[in-house]
T-cell receptor, first 113, second 113 residues
């Protein structure tokens, strides 16, 4: 069965610093991978997704993620964090052809001015 | 286009009471689902539906019922609320076929005393 691990519960960065949020998955074939963001009191919004092809994917709000099959990882990055990026970030994985993603437990991003 | 709407936003119940969380979408999406979000647990799938008249259980279905009589609506019923059902509930919808973005509602915060 597919599973997702987000090893960091909380990440604290200073505004303007770079960011990397880690995500590892467990699935035999090529997975469908997603990153979602949840602002306080809001629902989830899709940042980016990977199905196939170029392993570096660009998303909204200046985020990108890189799929590394050898490491079973799909880490989210942003070169310069803004205070408005403070939120909860969720990685999710779905089997090919499945409608049902499995979500990680989330990483809470705290941004210091 | 309202997207995915959920009512109510907040609800307090006493143990043993019943209630229905409402979810509606106006995007003609076949797939709809319910998640619960608990601290440190990420999102866990309760029930899902791939079309009117078709529902199935997710990871944590016990204590919840669903039905899908129309494409637009997917209500979640708690027959006899328990404190363990205190959570934030999210409804989501998406198109079937090629894996498309899931759209999430704003959530319902439920407290069971």
């Amino acid at each position: 069965a597919q599973s997702v691990t987000q090893p960091d519960i909380h990440i604290t960065v200073s505004e303007g610093a770079s960011l990397e949020l880690r995500c590892n998955y467990s699935y035999g074939a090529t997975p469908y991978l997603f990153w979602y963001v949840q602002s306080p009191g809001q629902g989830l919004q899709l940042l980016l997704k990977y199905f196939s092809g170029d392993t570096l994917v660009q998303g909204i709000k200046g985020f990108e993620a890189e799929f590394k099959r050898s490491q079973s990882s799909f880490n989210l990055r942003k070169p310069s964090v803004h205070w408005s990026d403070a939120a909860e970030y969720f990685c999710a994985v779905a089997e090919g052809g499945s409608y049902i993603p499995t979500f990680g437990r989330g990483t809470s991003l705290i941004v210091h001015p | 286009n309202a997207g995915v709407t959920q009512t109510p936003k907040f609800q307090v119940l006493k143990t043993g009471q019943s209630m229905t969380l409402q979810c509606a979408q106006d995007m003609n999406h076949e797939y709809m689902s319910w998640y619960r979000q608990d601290p440190g647990m990420g999102l866990r799938l309760i029930h899902y539906s791939v079309g009117a008249g078709i529902t199935d259980q997710g990871e944590v279905p016990n204590g919840y019922n669903v039905s899908r009589s129309t494409t637009e609506d997917f209500p979640l019923r708690l027959l006899s609320a328990a404190p363990s059902q205190t959570s934030v509930y999210f409804c989501a919808s998406r198109d079937l076929g090629i894996y498309n973005e899931q759209f999430f509602g704003p959530g319902t915060r439920l407290t069971v005393l």
